[in-house]
C-alpha cells in the first residue's frame, strides 16, 4: 500500500503507524465519499404513472387554452 504518485509519503519502511493511517483514511475518504453520492442520488426521485398523467393532462390543459 502506497501513495506514491500523489506527493506523498510511501506506507512502507516508516513502522506501522503510518500504514494504518493510510488504511483509516483510505476507509473514511471511501466511506465518505459513499455517503455523498448517496444522498445526491435519492434527491432524484421517479415520478409514478398517476404523477405523469396529471402532468400530461395540466399541460393538455394549457395548450388548448392558449389555442382558444
Not at 448517496?38 to 432524484?44: D, E, S, T, W
Request: charged content about 15%; glycine content about 10%.
Amino acid at each position: 500500500m502506497t501513495t506514491i504518485g500523489y506527493g506523498d509519503i510511501s506506507g512502507f519502511g516508516k513502522g506501522q503507524i503510518p500504514m494504518i493511517l493510510v488504511m483509516l483514511t483510505q476507509f473514511f475518504g471511501l466511506l465518505g465519499f459513499s455517503i455523498v453520492k448517496m444522498q445526491v442520488f435519492n434527491q432524484r426521485k421517479l415520478m409514478s404513472l398517476a404523477e405523469v398523467v396529471s402532468m400530461t393532462q395540466d399541460q393538455v390543459e394549457e395548450t388548448l387554452f392558449r389555442i382558444d
